[in-house]
């Protein structure tokens, strides 16, 4: 029998799907010990610190997190820095192979004049805000203006803007970071802009999401009919099968008529940005109707940039266009990517299962003999290091503390509050 080790580096979706695929490959010939790195005390990524507290039916996925940890060759490694505590080097050295599944944390940038006034801020510093991320728990968000606009059309704008939108009492049953709400149940905003730079019809979107909108309690949510048939012009006859349904989506939205609620989530499309103004803040965005020269102009006081994320660099890891440069998942000897970190941040949760798959049956393919077996720990400094026992003991501690609140759980925001539950 043939075992080999593998390090992934992040305890993601996409590190536990590679892990789960490595599983499911194994056999009387061939099997696998799993270590997997983790920055933060905590694992489950994007699933802990990016899905949207009103949507806990996406964070069940975390059980088969939690099955792949337990199956009895996967070790966590969390609260261990890859270029800090050890190095990509280390861990090519120490095994069979490296898989770096790292993600996307950095929020692009539009690129136009303003962008760094106070009140525009990005969607990656705003959403692990309000889940309670520890590298975001001081971020300063000033909600006191009557008017947003979050920029972008996929799914995380969405978000975004559905969480200025809602009346904040909705977010008390959920695991919202308790100094998000705070901020929520005082802010302003009664107006949120979403706004895209095409049409309808190239929408980011999903229609699952979509079609979550209308049952918003306390908000209206309006779409412009005449985008939505302007859209299926443009589309044509060929109409992709995903894009219909994101257009039959929206076309029930703009069906609706606004219930009159104090709160307004509305859909702009064909507005490119082209300034943020504002003398010591902003105070309002300056658009052009794409394609035109024709100016408009919104008053606001909150701007989130929702356009997409980048890869952080690692050290001996190339680089381009935001992502780790690889070949179908190859980054070198004994190297892989997965991931976010490998196509760029796109696709659902969901994505990553098939291609964290792909590029497995790749990294066995690829596979000599097994190294000699040296343990990583030993090089670790085991007083820093949250293992999966220790991280079942904050899980559950937070699970218990959000009982007595009503939520699914009550998350513990400071690093050392983490790693204390941790009985670091």
């Given at each position: 029998?043939?075992?080999?080790?593998?390090?992934i580096?992040?305890?993601?979706?996409?590190?536990?799907?590679?892990?789960?695929a490595?599983?499911?490959?194994?056999?009387?010939?061939?099997?696998?010990?799993?270590?997997?790195?983790?920055?933060l005390?905590?694992?489950?990524?994007?699933?802990?610190?990016?899905?949207?507290?009103?949507?806990?039916k996406?964070?069940?996925?975390?059980?088969?997190?939690?099955?792949?940890?337990?199956?009895?060759?996967?070790?966590?490694f969390?609260?261990?820095e890859?270029?800090?505590d050890?190095?990509?080097?280390?861990?090519?050295?120490a095994?069979?192979?490296?898989v770096?599944?790292?993600?996307?944390?950095?929020?692009?940038?539009l690129?136009?004049?303003g962008?760094?006034?106070?009140?525009?801020?990005?969607?990656?510093?705003?959403?692990?805000?309000?889940?309670?991320?520890?590298?975001?728990?001081?971020e300063?968000?000033?909600?006191?203006t009557s008017?947003a606009?979050?920029?972008?059309?996929?799914?995380?704008?969405?978000d975004?803007?559905?969480?200025?939108a809602?009346?904040?009492?909705?977010?008390?049953?959920?695991d919202?970071?308790?100094?998000?709400?705070?901020?929520?149940?005082?802010s302003?905003v009664?107006t949120?802009?979403?706004?895209?730079?095409?049409?309808?019809?190239?929408?980011?979107?999903?229609?699952?999401?979509?079609?979550?909108?209308?049952?918003?309690?306390h908000?209206?949510?309006i779409?412009?009919?005449?985008?939505?048939?302007?859209?299926?012009?443009?589309?044509?006859?060929?109409?992709?099968?995903?894009?219909?349904?994101?257009?039959?989506?929206?076309?029930l939205?703009?069906?609706q008529v606004?219930?009159?609620?104090?709160?307004t989530m509305?859909?702009?499309?064909?507005?490119?940005?082209?300034?943020?103004?504002?003398r010591?803040?902003?105070?309002?965005v300056?658009?052009?109707?794409?394609g035109?020269?024709?100016?408009f102009?919104?008053?606001?006081?909150?701007?989130i940039?929702?356009?997409?994320?980048?890869?952080?660099?690692?050290?001996?890891?190339?680089?381009?266009?935001?992502?780790?440069?690889?070949?179908?998942?190859?980054?070198?000897?004994?190297l892989?990517?997965?991931g976010?970190?490998?196509r760029?941040p796109?696709?659902?949760?969901?994505?990553n299962?098939?291609?964290?798959?792909?590029?497995m049956?790749?990294?066995?393919e690829?596979?000599?003999?097994?190294?000699?077996?040296?343990?990583?720990?030993?090089r670790l400094n085991?007083?820093l290091?949250?293992?999966?026992?220790q991280?079942?003991t904050?899980?559950?501690?937070?699970?218990?503390?959000?009982?007595?609140?009503?939520?699914?759980r009550?998350?513990?925001?400071?690093?050392?509050?983490?790693?204390?539950?941790?009985?670091?």
């Amino acid at each position: 029998m043939a075992r080999y080790t593998v390090a992934i580096v992040g305890a993601g979706p996409a590190g536990y799907f590679a892990a789960q695929a490595l599983q499911n490959m194994q056999s009387d010939e061939l099997t696998f010990s799993i270590d997997i790195f983790e920055r933060l005390p905590t694992p489950w990524g994007l699933v802990r610190s990016g899905v949207a507290p009103d949507h806990p039916k996406i964070k069940t996925v975390s059980k088969v997190f939690e099955k792949v940890a337990t199956a009895g060759n996967v070790r966590l490694f969390a609260n261990v820095e890859l270029g800090s505590d050890i190095s990509l080097q280390d861990l090519k050295v120490a095994y069979d192979a490296v898989v770096i599944a790292t993600g996307s944390s950095i929020g692009k940038k539009l690129g136009i004049p303003g962008e760094d006034l106070p009140g525009s801020i990005s969607a990656a510093t705003f959403v692990p805000w309000y889940n309670a991320h520890p590298d975001f728990k001081d971020e300063s968000v000033d909600l006191s203006t009557s008017t947003a606009i979050v920029i972008g059309a996929g799914n995380v704008a969405m978000d975004v803007a559905r969480m200025l939108a809602l009346e904040p009492t909705e977010l008390d049953p959920t695991d919202t970071a308790d100094h998000a709400i705070d901020v929520f149940k005082e802010s302003a905003v009664r107006t949120v802009i979403i706004s895209a730079r095409r049409g309808a019809e190239h929408a980011a979107f999903t229609s699952p999401e979509l079609r979550e909108l209308p049952k918003l309690e306390h908000t209206n949510v309006i779409i412009e009919k005449s985008d939505i048939a302007a859209a299926l012009i443009r589309a044509g006859e060929n109409i992709e099968k995903d894009v219909k349904s994101n257009l039959e989506a929206m076309a029930l939205i703009a069906d609706q008529v606004p219930a009159g609620h104090e709160r307004t989530m509305k859909f702009q499309f064909l507005a490119t940005p082209k300034e943020i103004r504002g003398r010591d803040k902003v105070e309002e965005v300056i658009f052009t109707k794409t394609g035109t020269d024709e100016e408009f102009s919104i008053k606001c006081g909150l701007v989130i940039t929702a356009i997409g994320y980048e890869a952080t660099l690692l050290e001996g890891v190339d680089f381009e266009q935001g992502k780790v440069k690889n070949t179908d998942g190859r980054v070198g000897e004994n190297l892989y990517v997965v991931g976010w970190a490998k196509r760029g941040p796109s696709g659902v949760i969901g994505t990553n299962k098939s291609d964290s798959s792909d590029v497995m049956k790749l990294l066995v393919e690829d596979l000599n003999n097994p190294k000699p077996h040296s343990d990583i720990a030993d090089r670790l400094n085991s007083a820093l290091v949250i293992t999966q026992s220790q991280w079942e003991t904050i899980n559950a501690a937070e699970v218990a503390a959000g009982e007595s609140k009503g939520k699914p759980r009550h998350k513990a925001v400071a690093w050392d509050d983490l790693l204390h539950l941790g009985g670091l």
